[in-house]
């Protein structure tokens, strides 16, 4: 057990209230383990106030249930805050974790910014539940986790390793998902919410096929621009979903999903196999998982120039590497 565990625990036991922080652009992972969290403080210390307080909302991740409704400023200042999966500050999604009386920053992304006051940082971790599971585990004879904590950890364990297919999944991950569902996951309902798509959106996913484009040196990419978002009459959180789409190609290492935001930005979604790509992703204003990164773009030449260096880089591993499919 990483020794800052026990610390985590030890002012988690100690504190009476905690607020729990993760970043914007909300996923299953961040939802999952604030919420996961939460609920296991809930149910171990019924006396203590723990909120989770955040403005953006998922359609898809709604049935996890609602946030807290807003709470005085004062209650943050008394509080101990845990920000959980997020590696740069400036990704939190509540501004108000700067009141805090003390930051833990639990996290599994590659460190970008030391800004706890208690760090545990483990970039090899598949996912932030996993680490939230970890946890559990690690104090099971002093935690309870009911079916709903389960639920959300089973989560972000499964969304955010591709059901358990990318690299960092390992026996550690399968043995803590196992945990999850002794504690009764309903996976038939779970999968149901995650993963059904309306008709309207596999005619997009079609569109996607019919407009994705490719380098020579092995990157598809495809950019959903506002028009294409509004032609398919998209929520914005769908329109990100595009990245799945180009994750089968033989040959393809990287793939780029492109999306225009309401605000005329450009979000970049990164995916890759056998090559890292947060280094990309780092150079256009992100950052992120060795394999999975998330970027910002501000123009379309600037998205060109993205594109190019993934494919010069996707090129050089392709020369220097062997066994890539
Ligand atoms: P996404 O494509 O947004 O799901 O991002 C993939 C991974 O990279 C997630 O773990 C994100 O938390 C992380 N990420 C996304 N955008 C950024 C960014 N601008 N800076 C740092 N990390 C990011």
Redesign the pocket.
């Known amino acids: 057990m990483n020794p800052v565990m026990q610390t985590i625990f030890d002012r988690i036991a100690q504190a009476e209230t905690i607020m729990l922080f993760r ?1 914007i ?1 909300i ?1 299953g992972d961040c939802v999952g383990a604030t919420k996961g969290l939460q609920e296991i403080i809930r149910q171990t210390w019924p006396e203590k106030q723990v909120y989770l307080i955040d403005d953006e909302r998922s359609d898809y991740l709604a049935f996890l249930g609602p946030d807290d409704a807003p709470v005085a400023d004062e209650v943050y200042a008394n509080a101990l805050g845990i920000v959980i ?1 997020v ?2 500050l400036e ?1 939190i999604s509540n501004p108000k974790y700067a009141l805090c009386r003390e930051i833990i920053k639990i996290d599994h ?1 590659i460190e ?1 910014d030391v800004y706890g006051d208690i760090n545990w940082v483990e970039d090899w971790r598949s996912s932030a539940c996993e680490m939230i599971a970890a946890f559990y585990e690690a104090f099971r004879d002093r935690l309870r986790l009911s079916r709903k904590a389960a639920e959300c950890l089973y989560t972000g364990m499964v969304t955010d390793s591709g059901r358990f297919m990318y690299e960092g999944v390992r026996g550690d991950t399968l043995r803590l998902a196992g945990l999850m569902l002794d504690a009764g996951v309903d996976t038939e309902t779970l999968y149901a919410h995650l993963y059904l798509r309306t008709f309207d959106e596999l005619k997009f996913r079609a569109a996607i096929y019919e407009n994705m484009q490719l380098t020579p040196g092995g990157v598809a990419w495809i950019h959903v621009t506002t028009e294409m978002q509004n032609r398919f009459g998209l929520t914005f959180e769908t329109a990100c979903t595009s ?1 799945s789409s180009l994750s089968d190609i033989r040959g393809v290492l990287c793939w780029l999903a492109f999306i225009d935001t309401p605000d005329g930005e450009i979000r970049v ?2 995916r890759s196999r056998f090559a890292s790509i947060n280094g990309i ?1 780092e150079k256009y ?5 060795a394999c ?5 773009v501000y123009s379309a030449v600037e998205m060109q120039e993205l594109i190019r260096d993934a494919d010069e880089h996707i090129r050089r591993y392709k020369e220097t590497h062997e066994g890539w499919l």
């Open positions: 970043h652009r996923d999966d590696g740069n990704r992304h970008r990245i979604r990164l992703a204003h992100g950052g992120g998982h999975a990164s998330g970027a910002t």
